[in-house]
T-cell receptor
Framework: AAGVIQSPRHLIKEKRETATLKCYPI?????VYWYQQGPGQDPQFLIS???????DKGSIPDRFSAQQFSDYHSELNMSSLELGDSALYFC?????????????FGPGTRLTVT | QKEVEQNSGPLSVPEGAIASLNCTYS??????FFWYRQYSGKSPELIMF????GDKEDGRFTAQLNKASQYVSLLIRDSQPSDSATYLC??????????FGAGTRLTVKP
């Protein structure tokens, strides 16, 4: 079965640079979520989109923005990168339903800021 | 205090034993509950979800939910070394947003 696709899988950037992470949800899934996971930590919810509209917002820094496009793929844009932004970034997708909305995770993008 | 609490472990069980993982949550309005397994450096993998009080079984896994006690657990029967991973409890408040616990690290010893 098709899974969530994320690109790139690894990314190295310097401080103050920008980065764009991409996520392609499972076909027919209409909701995309972004999570940040630091070393030894649990995934922290950043933001989600449903039908191309922002659905919910978590602990996403103002330096970050995201959007969902007409083909349902999503991009997370990160500017003025800081060393603390180094983490695994996961995208998850789900099909919105009354209950429950199981989220399936992509393989993640490992971002290293030097 | 985190919204979703788990014992970080490590929890160590012998091969073939039952592993019991526990999770409590703070918001009584929580509607859906999930268990994810995560191997080091990999993405979380959905194992079980439950949204009604009681037990739900899937193969060697059983999820238990008690909304009155705000408690959800995962039992792994006949534990295998390949079950060694971090298990994340996740709670959804509106069938959309999801909050994770810190995870319990399980080691199954041969």
């Amino acid at each position: 079965a098709a899974g969530v696709i994320q690109s790139p899988r690894h990314l190295i950037k310097e401080k103050r640079e920008t980065a764009t992470l991409k996520c392609y949800p499972i076909p027919r899934h209409d909701t995309v979520y972004w999570y940040q996971q630091g070393p030894g930590q649990d995934p922290q919810f950043l933001i989600s989109f449903y039908e191309k509209m922002q659905s919910d917002k978590g602990s996403i820094p103002d330096r970050f923005s995201a959007q969902q496009f007409s083909d349902y793929h999503s991009e997370l844009n990160m500017s003025s990168l800081e060393l603390g932004d180094s983490a695994l970034y996961f995208c998850a997708s789900s099909k919105r339903a009354p209950t429950p909305a199981e989220q399936y995770f992509g393989p993640g993008t490992r971002l290293t800021v030097t | 205090q985190k919204e979703v609490e788990q014992n970080s472990g490590p929890l160590s069980v012998p091969e073939g034993a039952i592993a019991s993982l526990n999770c409590t949550y703070s918001d009584r309005g929580s509607q859906s509950f999930f268990w994810y397994r995560q191997y080091s450096g990999k993405s979380p993998e959905l194992i079980m979800f439950i949204y009604s009080n009681g037990d739900k079984e899937d193969g060697r896994f059983t999820a238990q939910l008690n909304k009155a006690s705000q408690y959800v657990s995962l039992l792994i029967r006949d534990s295998q070394p390949s079950d060694s991973a971090t298990y994340l409890c996740a709670v959804s408040y509106n069938n959309n947003d999801m909050r994770f616990g810190a995870g319990t690290r399980l080691t199954v010893k041969p």
